[in-house]
């Protein structure tokens, strides 16, 4: 904005994107994922099966410094500039004139639509479709192409709030508890097996049974039947 009262300068170019440092990255790693809109660029948007991990001091301001960065980057259009520039693009487009009542409500509905947005986006979704497009925008429209160019930031700042949640960093060192719990008892359980090599789950191979009655036997005798080639009366004396 110039010292002048009358007169606003517009810039819009895109600042640069933030980037994070590797450390950061990695704490991210699976937050994110791609979607193919129909006749429209590549999409980011947050993978909610991602779960925050464990985050140091270090990590944690970190973090937050990029929240901050991001926040900037992402700053919503100041509405006078926002007014300017829908209505220098809808100018363009011939549309029956209304009251001025009916005219100012119709722009409240754009500032309300885009106040979210950042100049930089609602500029270069004005360009592409002022560029491409023989009719008015509505209001959906143009949220469509400023949601497009900040896209990625947006998920990026959505999983960098979560990852600096207290809440959520409780959950991830409960997480990484039972993890830790799961493999002391894996590393408990492979040294007993290394150090007792026979031992086997449940009852021994060979399981005490019955002495068998003799009269059972005589009688399988007498039928001409082999008890000692029988599983219940056979091989008896072995097991004493």
Known sequence: MSRSTDIVVLGGAR???????????????????????????????????????????????????????????????????????????????????????????????????????PEWAVTEAIAEWFANSRVRPTGA???????????????????????????????????QADAEAVRQRAAEREAFNAANPDWTLGLPQQQRRMRPVPRVVDAMRQAGLDPDGNPLTGGWDEYH
């Not at 947050?46 to 464990?54: E, F, Q």
């Not at 949220?143 to 990852?163: G, I, K, M, Q, S």
Request: proline letters at 8%; one cysteine or more; hydrophobic letters at 45%.
């Open 141 to 175: 429209d143009l949220v469509a192409l400023c949601r497009e160019r900040t896209a990625d930031a947006d998920v990026e700042l959505f999983c960098l709030r979560r990852l600096v949640n207290p809440w959520e960093q409780e959950r991830a060192r409960a997480r």
């Open 15 to 117: 600042p640069t994107r933030p980037s994070m440092r590797p450390r950061l990255e990695s704490a991210l790693e699976h937050s994110v994922l791609l979607i193919f809109p129909e006749d429209r660029p590549p999409k980011q948007i947050a993978d909610g099966a991602w779960l925050p991990p464990v985050a140091d001091a270090a990590l944690l301001a970190e973090a937050d410094a990029q929240i901050g960065r991001l926040e900037d980057y992402l700053a919503p259009i100041a509405p006078v500039r926002l007014t300017l520039r829908i209505s220098t693009l809808l100018r363009q487009y011939w549309v029956q004139e209304g009251d001025d009542f009916a005219d100012e409500l119709s722009m409240q509905l754009w500032i309300d639509a885009l106040a979210w947005a």
